[in-house]
Structures are given as C-alpha cells and as structure tokens.
C-alpha cells in the first residue's frame, strides 16, 4: 500500500467557517508533510511533522494549525480563512526524515475555495 | 543555496515524438534527484528517482540520469503518448537548514496531441 488518502476532496469554506483537512497513510512513515499548490505552481512546504511533533514550520498565518494525532494521521485545521488562501492542499509522507534518498509520497490533494 | 530549474513550458508533441525536459540543480552537498508528475486535478505521483551520481532513474519509458559533472537530470521518453499529458516537476531532497526538504522547479506543462 503506498497510498495517502485525503479527505474531503473538494471544499468550500466561507471566511468565519472552521473546518479541518484530513490525511492518512499506513506505510509507516514517521515524516508526513502539508504543501499548498497554486494554479500553474510548484507545491510549497508549509509543515513538517517528524515523529508526530512539529518539526518545521514555513512561517504559516495561525489561521492554519496542524494537528498530527499519531503515526498515520496528519490533520490541518482552518479557521477564518482569507479568498487568497483558495488552492490544492497537499499532504505527503515519507520514511523519516533523515533519509535523504527516501521519495515522497503524496495524496490526491483538497481542493479548497475560500469564499 | 538549493535551486531547481526547468526549461520553461509548454512543451507540446506529437504522439510517438521523442522527449526531453531538461531539468539542471544548484545543492550544497549531494542531494537525491525525483521528477514528478501530476495529471489535471490530482495530486503528484512520484515518477522516477536517483539518488547518487551517474544513477538512471526509470519508470514507464522516462528515464533520467543523475549528472553531478553537469548538475543536471533530464527528464527523456523515446515515443510519449497522449496519455502522458500533464505537469512535470523535477526536485531535488536536501538538508536545508537541519531539515530534509524537497525543492521543487516550477513545472513543464507537456500536451502530446494525437
């Protein structure tokens, strides 16, 4: 099994909503990872999580909180979204993460629109 | 620092054309080489890897191979298909700043047209 599953695929937030993305993956990586996608751009890194604790933080808006409740399961919750925050969430895993050589493996992604 | 370059799309083709995306990098250290690609509205599927110089990476006819000399890791196919339609990133995975990170390129957009 090699796949990360993403929960919902689609989702419409208004700007005073909460609500959560949900990533799971059972080949039991201990670095699992949230990217956001523009249209037409490369993922960027927005958390790292190692071990289920927070390892690096790309200078997020709090707005975005990550959650990683234990070994196959990463969370992003979202709280007073912006329109601008419209895009493709990413998760990915990956063995941990002192393995240079070892790939990522990435979900199907989450659609996000921010109205 | 760590940098990944693409030649700049869109690339279209006509089908059982030959491929090349080239793909150069700037790393400090010995970084592992991927492409990925990503079909529309997807998310990206790691195509191939190589993790050490002179390694060729191959997956469903791409191939590419790991040139420390040129710092380079061009993406190739002999015949593509209209199948192979999408988005092409090349990255490369490196300790930055104490952590292991992916750096991406900006992505080659390939249409292959029947």
């Known amino acids: 099994d090699t796949e990360v599953t993403q929960t919902p695929k689609h989702l419409v937030m208004g700007m005073t909503n909460k609500k959560s993305l949900k990533c799971e993956q059972h080949m039991g990586h201990r670095a699992m990872y949230w990217y956001k996608q523009k249209a037409k751009k490369p993922p960027e890194l927005m958390f790292v999580?190692?071990?289920?604790?927070?390892?690096i933080n790309e200078s997020v808006p709090s707005r975005f909180s990550p959650e990683c409740p234990n070994s196959s399961l990463l969370n992003l919750h979202l709280h007073a979204l912006q329109p601008e925050d419209s895009a493709l969430y990413l998760c990915?895993?990956?063995?941990?993460?002192?393995?240079?050589?070892?790939?990522?493996?990435f979900g199907q992604g989450t659609r996000l629109t921010v109205v | 620092g760590n940098s990944v370059t693409q030649m700049e799309g869109p690339v279209t083709l006509s089908e059982e054309a030959f491929l090349t995306i080239n793909c150069t990098y700037t790393a400090t250290g010995y970084p592992s080489l991927f492409w990925y690609v990503q079909y529309p509205g997807e998310g990206l599927q790691l195509l191939l890897k190589a993790t050490k110089a002179d390694d060729k990476g191959s997956n469903k006819g791409f191939e590419a191979t790991y040139r420390k000399e040129t710092t380079s890791f061009h993406l190739e196919k002999g015949s593509v298909q209209v199948s192979d339609s999408a988005v092409y990133f090349c990255?490369?995975?490196?300790?930055?700043?104490?952590?292991?990170?992916?750096?991406f390129g900006q992505g080659t957009r390939l249409t292959i047209n029947p």
């Open positions: 990915a895993s990956s063995q941990e993460r002192g393995q240079g050589g070892a790939e990522a493996f």
């Open positions: 999580y190692s071990y289920e604790k927070l390892s």
């Open positions: 990255a490369l995975r490196a300790l930055i700043q104490g952590a292991q990170k992916l750096v």
